[in-house]
């Protein structure tokens, strides 16, 4: 099955022929990123700014199609690979599908912004999920894996060459966890928990912790993925 998350198209497809399938899903990992701090503001086919739809619309198109099959299955979590970086983030929502000026736009904001958009998703979700008590087993966690090097950042490769950075084995290891350790569940509220590289919670940010900011980014996605608010 082929999934490229810079068209919406494609994760469309993807669901379709998942869905298709009529199986239950037990656990989706949204780990798929890229992070260009130095290149201009670039958009996708679909009009939206490339870092923002890989790593948060995208992501969010797919988990709001395979959630029916999900909540056919009996503990179903959805894991989202997040970034310690969504803690000096802000929300500016007219960079996500509109031109801006050059000298107002830095590619490692948006990767930032794009991270803390995702987990304020995922953390809407989850609460919109755990309204309805026979979901009640639904699960939503966001995991910050540590510095990875991986091909995100050609630097990386050094870096963990040199051990400053995690290794991809090293850094799957609290993706893995949060994906099947029953721990996770017992430090979730309303369904969702935010953890980080060593397997243990940790804090989001204070504005990802905002409700009514994060109703603010759920209704903008929405709007996006031209689906229901509700």
């Known amino acids: 099955m082929e999934l490229d998350l810079v068209s919406l198209s494609s994760v469309r497809s993807f669901a379709e022929v998942w869905t298709q399938r009529a199986l239950p899903l037990d656990l989706l990992i949204n780990n798929a990123g890229i992070y260009k701090p130095k290149v201009p503001q670039s958009f996708s086919r679909d009009g939206i700014e490339l870092q923002m ?12 199609l395979l959630l029916p099959s999900l909540l056919r299955a009996p503990s179903p979590r959805v894991i989202s690979v997040s970034s310690i970086a969504h803690r000096e983030a802000t929300i ?8 801006v000026e050059q000298e107002k736009f830095s590619g490692f904001l948006t990767y930032g912004s794009s991270k803390l958009a995702q987990l304020m998703f995922l953390k809407t979700l989850a609460d919109k999920v755990a309204q ?24 990386a490769y050094i870096a963990a060459s040199t051990g400053l950075m995690f290794t ?38 204070p504005l990802a912790s905002d409700t009514d900011a994060c109703c603010v980014v759920w209704k903008k996605t929405m709007e996006i993925l031209r689906i229901d608010n509700n």
């Open 92 to 99: 500016e929502l007219e960079s996500w599908n509109s031109k």
């Open 132 to 155: 309805q008590k026979e979901n009640a087993a639904f699960k939503c966690i966001a995991v910050h894996p540590g510095g990875v090097g991986t091909n995100i950042d050609p630097m």
């Open 168 to 205: 991809p084995a090293e850094g799957s290891r609290s993706v893995i966890f949060c994906a099947t350790s029953e721990d996770v569940t017992e430090s979730l509220y309303n369904g969702f928990g935010y953890y980080s590289y060593d397997c243990k919670p940790d804090r989001i940010s």
């Open 53 to 64: 739809q890989v790593n948060h619309i995208a992501p969010a198109l797919l988990t709001m």
